[in-house]
């Protein structure tokens, strides 16, 4: 009896020596660089150098430290809410995450890479001054993603990568884009569990949309209220009522866009199609866009990136023919608030969404605001984004939006 409670001493012993070299006072990473709309032109101008429709073969990719920290900060948040920061350099590569846990404790995970045989092979890992072998390492990394229904996507990457080269300033990527591989990736973002919440959604917004006549708007407020209605019958608690939100989120985003999620997935092209309809906010589609777009990105646990997207996309008009305009940028504001409510209290937003609200819970006063300036009046009146006159006007319409009476 003796040497039984003896090695549970030794075994809890032992726990407790890996707890406290494992946890650490100090994150590892400290808080970089908000995401700017420069970072979010770069991610765009990838996007289309590597669009999906283009034909199949051999593709390459350069990926620089900041565009590499850029994809691992949007994959940390959606997962555990970390911050990532990445080193490159002659065949290696270093990745550091660091994630507050209660008590003012934080988990710091430190892995590092080299180039071998035209691939990344996982040389060092650890978890605060913790080492661990890099064979456990990759074999728990497997386990975690088999836990996150996450391991499809890494067959995907497996199937598709085809080499990598480390360098001191990008990691350059060879991938072999093959037929029906746009549908795998965009399959591969949703999870089989999400689909019969998608299914639902999509056959209430059919249902809603189906009962106004062709070419009649449809309010982005009473849209949000049916499908609010849905998620909170669909809901147990906080937990539910997230993952429904962002299902309808989804579709509704995908809608007010034009979108059929039966281009993407092959399981929806058996759900009720919606008939068309145009979704407003205050009797503007490109409100209700901006709005929806943000409040998505939002969800999605990255609201720094949703307000970059808001500013590139303004920065961009004000470069072509629309111009810059501030109430794009309030309802963008809106739209990511919106967001952050359903990661905070989605329950009791569901349930006032499902009371009904008027479009002025949702959109600020948005009349006033300079709207449609081209770059050099733009210039000329705020001196660029980031200049006072400039940030005199953004925190004027987070303090609109901060007034929004959607919740106490």
């Not at 281009?263 to 009720?272: F, I, S, V």
Request: charged residues 20%.
């Amino acid at each position: 009896m003796r040497w039984i409670v003896l090695l549970l001493l030794l075994t809890a012993a032992a726990w407790l020596a890996c707890a406290a070299l494992a946890l650490q006072f100090e994150p590892r990473v400290p808080s970089g660089a908000p995401v700017s709309h420069e970072d979010v032109a770069r991610v765009m101008q990838l996007v289309r150098q590597q669009a999906p429709d283009q034909a199949a073969g051999l593709r390459r990719v350069r990926l620089s430290a900041r565009d590499l920290e850029l994809l691992a900060n949007h994959a940390a948040h959606r997962i555990v809410q970390a911050r990532v920061a990445v080193r490159l350099a002659a065949g290696a590569a270093q990745l550091d995450a660091s994630a507050a846990l209660p008590f003012g404790l934080w988990l710091n995970l430190h892995a590092g890479w080299v180039e071998s045989e035209g691939a990344a092979r996982l040389h060092s890992l650890a978890i605060g001054a913790l080492p661990l072998p890099a064979g456990l390492g990759q074999r728990l990394l497997q386990a975690w993603l088999q836990q996150r229904g996450l391991a499809d996507e890494l067959v995907l990457a497996r199937d598709l990568v085809a080499g990598v080269r480390l360098q001191p300033d990008a990691l350059l990527l060879e991938y072999r884009w093959q037929a029906g591989a746009p549908r795998r990736v965009l399959g591969s973002l949703v999870s089989r569990d999400e689909l019969p919440r998608l299914e639902a959604h999509v056959g209430a917004l059919a249902a809603l949309a189906g009962r106004r006549a062709p070419g009649a708007p449809l309010p982005l407020s009473q849209a949000l209220a049916r499908l609010a209605a849905l998620a909170v019958q669909r809901s147990r608690g906080d937990d539910d009522a997230a993952r429904e939100w962002r299902a309808a989120v989804i579709v509704l985003t995908a809608y007010a866009n034009g979108r059929s999620l039966a281009q993407w997935l092959p399981a929806a092209r058996a759900w009720p199609e919606p008939p068309p309809r145009h979704v407003t906010l205050d009797g503007r589609e490109d409100l209700a866009l901006h709005f929806l777009v943000s409040a998505l990105i939002a969800i999605d646990g990255t609201s720094p990136l949703s307000r970059a997207v808001g500013v590139y996309k303004e920065v961009s008009d004000a470069r072509g023919a629309s111009g810059f305009s501030f109430d794009d940028i309030a309802a963008d504001r809106a739209g990511t608030r919106f967001g952050e409510l359903t990661l905070a209290r989605p329950l009791a937003l569901l349930q006032r969404l499902a009371a009904g609200v008027d479009e002025a819970a949702l959109m600020p006063p948005w009349r006033d605001l300079p709207q449609s300036l081209p770059e050099r009046e733009f210039l000329r009146r705020f001196g660029g984004v980031g200049a006072p006159a400039y940030t005199r006007m953004i925190e004027e319409v987070d303090r609109r939006v901060a007034a929004l009476p959607l919740l106490p």
